[in-house]
């Protein structure tokens, strides 16, 4: 099936925990997307850690990342080999340097700028397990971010401590410039170490004591990250319950909506195919396993489809006139306490005659749709 070709989206594979599942869920994800028609590239970014190559039954000398890091290559896609599936690439991490543990800033941004000019329809990445500050940036740096856990307490510990690690790290980013905020977000982290106080209403309520107009910018970086959680090595009806308690803990402590695109069987024969992934998935074996994936590959690319068009039509918004800010006033009025607080809804209300657009945008993060937001659109068909 041959397919349109669309603006490159990144995506990127993390979980946390080692051993779940990411580099099967990758190279997965990827020779499905091939499947369908897109030109994948799969870039091994667990530093230090790689396997893809193997999983791929690459294994003599290719070229790989490290030659990027060398610098014996000027770009990334120098270093773009094929594997057996056709239009399926692969960025090696074979040949560990211990330099490539630790990039500098410089090499990491020049990285992920490389990364972002590679010729392809889909770059998926695949991570490491852990909280390295360097897994978290290429994560936060990701179109959509997926996490794979399977259902078992330390792994969904791991993917919770992971969650709200890249959250505060993402806010760091954007404070960091910040005088007074910064170092409290320093300091939060500090003391995550011990405790779970890295609560987003903590930093609020600092945010509020502070600087007040900052607080709208808190809350749309927490609604806007939105992580694809996977669950892998599925087990019994008691294990989903802790997938749960994960979502809920993520939304009612860090405002983080995690999308849960389905889950993954256990399959045993994988361990039959472990220099050949995708011999697997053609396998009989992989027929609920292969159902699986494609759903949750269709419903991650409707996600696409549904933000990329949503953003074409708020493009079309020039401005918004009186009655349609009054219907959005409605609108903010209206919502359940839990999704905005009374004093919430005040100051978004207030805003709205201020800056509409960013109102809209920030509603939309909160996933609150309502036709009047894309009104010259439909005014002009
Ligand atoms: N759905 C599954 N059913 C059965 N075995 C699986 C499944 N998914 C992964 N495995 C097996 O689990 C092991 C770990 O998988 P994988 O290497 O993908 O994990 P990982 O999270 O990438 O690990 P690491 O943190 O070391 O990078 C492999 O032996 C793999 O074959
Ligand atoms: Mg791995």
Redesign the pocket.
């Known amino acids: 099936m041959v397919v349109q070709r669309r603006a490159r989206h990144v995506l990127a594979v993390a979980g946390g925990k080692g051993g779940v599942g990411?580099?099967v869920f990758s190279i997965t994800l990827a020779t499905t997307l091939v499947g369908m028609g897109y030109r994948v590239v799969l870039i091994d970014l667990?530093l230090g850690?790689a396997?893809l190559h193997t999983y791929l039954g690459i294994l003599g000398n290719t070229l790989s990342l490290s030659h990027f890091f060398q610098k014996k290559v000027k770009t990334l896609d120098e270093v773009v080999i094929s594997t057996r599936v056709p239009e399926l690439k692969l960025i090696s991490g074979a040949h560990y340097l211990p330099s490539m543990s630790s990039p500098g800033s410089s090499l990491k941004l020049k990285l992920l700028r490389h990364i972002k000019a590679l010729d392809a329809d889909f770059i998926v990445i695949?991570l490491?397990a852990g909280m390295d500050l360097n897994t978290m940036d290429f994560f936060i740096a990701a179109d959509i971010g997926f996490i794979v856990t399977v259902a078992e307490p330390a792994a969904i510990m791991n993917a919770y401590r992971f969650i709200k690690g890249t959250l505060f790290r993402r806010l760091h980013g954007v404070f960091k410039n910040h005088r007074e905020l910064a170092p409290i977000l320093d300091s939060m982290a500090e003391d995550a170490a011990y405790s779970d106080s890295l609560m987003l209403n903590a930093f609020i309520e600092q945010v509020m004591a502070i600087d007040k107009a900052a607080y709208p910018l808190v809350n749309e970086i927490s609604a806007e990250f939105r992580p694809c959680l996977i669950l892998n090595k599925l087990g019994d009806a008691e294990s989903k319950k802790l997938v749960g308690s994960l979502i809920s803990h993520c939304l009612s402590k860090y405002n983080v909506t995690l999308k849960y695109l389905g889950n993954l069987p256990l399959v045993k024969e994988i361990s039959s195919y472990l220099l050949d992934i995708p011999a697997f998935l053609r396998s009989s074996a992989a027929a609920v396993f292969q159902k699986n994936i494609r759903g949750i590959v269709r419903k991650f690319l409707l996600d696409i489809h549904d933000s990329s068009v949503m953003v074409e039509k708020l493009r079309l918004i020039r401005a918004y006139d009186d009655d349609t800010i009054k219907r959005i006033g409605g609108i903010i009025a209206g919502l359940p306490d839990d999704k905005l607080t009374p004093t919430e809804k005040k100051l978004w209300h207030l805003r709205l005659y201020f800056k509409p657009t960013e109102v809209v945008a920030f509603l939309l993060c909160k996933g609150i749709k309502d036709d009047c937001f894309f009104e010259q659109l439909f005014t002009t068909q």
Do not use: A, C, E
């Open positions: 990411k580099s667990d850690g396997n695949d490491g």
